[in-house]
């Protein structure tokens, strides 16, 4: 599973922080420092525009 949308879960409070850190395999303090990685953000999703030609 993409950590990020575990951790999306967790901050729209889906999940606990400890079910998070389970499912990620490790600890909860671990999470706190994957909350702060820019990385874990959201995915963010770009429409594409139509090509024209």
């Known amino acids: 599973m993409d950590k990020r949308k575990v951790i999306t879960a ?3 409070g889906m999940i606990s922080i400890q079910e998070c850190a ?3 395999g490790v600890d909860s303090g671990q999470v ?22």
Request: no cysteine.
């Open 10 to 12: 967790y901050r729209r």
């Open 22 to 24: 389970q499912i990620l």
């Open 32 to 53: 706190m420092g994957l909350m702060n990685d820019p990385q874990m953000d959201e995915p963010r999703f770009v429409q594409k525009q139509p090509m024209h030609g």
